[in-house]
């Protein structure tokens, strides 16, 4: 998954669209993305199927990006798996921590 087009049509990053960079270089397919920016930096999180090997499902997982664009969370981080496909994540900032929310497929 590549963000720096969304990043850049959102505004979040002073980053030119032509030089996209990974937020995921996890197998399979990473979809749905949402951003939000919060104390120093942004989360994002997004609809994963990197499990489908193990628990047949897509899960919610997620990273942190830096205001210079950079990667925090290199490997992601697991925010949500079942045994049932998540769609659809948006993310919020409360300020103090973020809430991360989503549709449970059934």
Known sequence: MFAATTLAVLGL?????????DISRAIED???????????????????????????SCNIYGCRVARSGAVLDTAGILIWRSRRDDYFPRTAWGGSDWVVIWQEGC
Do not use: K
Request: charged share 30%.
């Open 30 to 56: 990473q979809r749905y993305p949402t951003v939000e920016f919060g104390r120093d930096c942004y989360l994002v999180a997004w609809q994963d199927a990197r499990d489908l090997a193990i628990d047949t």
């Open 13 to 21: 990053v002073a980053l030119p669209a032509e030089e996209p960079f």
